[in-house]
């Protein structure tokens, strides 16, 4: 069974975009979703998964989805322009079992884990930019990632269509861990295999209806176009990877 892809539901989730927090309010809301991912292992089968949706915020912290952040004072100088900086963690599910795909057969599993770093995000009348810095604190993959992207939202009614394009650094330990073969896992139709850093670019879309005041659904597609480091790997037969993720939150 293939890892659902948490980081891509972060991600989407946090497309989200609501108004401004009065100094004691504090938003709770409960939904379910289900994530649909293709990973790029040959042979590995696209998956579809339920998880349940938690969203609690205030103008200190988030959680939303499986990622939480402690918001640091914004650096708002006009009216459209704000630099928001916060503290992130996330739980990020990606790895594999042996039995996941025929390619795996032989492989140490590869596990998932949580990440900690720091955002921030320029809020302007243009398009948004936003860049972190995440690393691996669970000691699985020991591995690091930078994010750069640039996202806007267009509203019509209760309707927001937001488009991203957003630039993914790993680091060698990342893609090794995930995308290398050891020299104890190499076989005859598998040699050994380590890669360099890589950068992957990502686009997506997420559209968000509210359509009366406590519900919300929300619809997120993505695909990635993987870095000839991954490609190399000769346990990944596709140029990219994509994923679909569908929620419906109520809020209290």
Known sequence: MVAV?????????????????ADDATIWGLGVGVVSTQKPYAGIDREYTPLPVLHIENRYFRLLGTTAEVKLPAWQWSETQQLNVGLIARYDGSGYTSDDADILQGMARRKGGVWAGVKVAWQNPLVNIFTDWSHDISDNSHGQR???????????????????????????DYVNYYYGVHSDEARAWRPAWQ??????????????WQFSTHQVLMVDVQTTLLASEIKESPLVDRSNENQFFLSYLYYF
């Open 5 to 21: 892809p948490y980081r891509m539901i972060a991600v989407s989730l946090l497309s989200l975009s609501f108004p401004a927090f």
């Open 146 to 172: 930078v994010r750069l992207g640039a996202e806007r939202s267009w509203k019509w009614r209760g309707v927001t269509l937001t488009p991203r394009i957003v630039a993914n650094r790993y680091d060698s």
């Open 195 to 208: 890669g360099d850093a890589a950068l992957n670019t990502e686009i997506g879309l997420n559209g968000r």
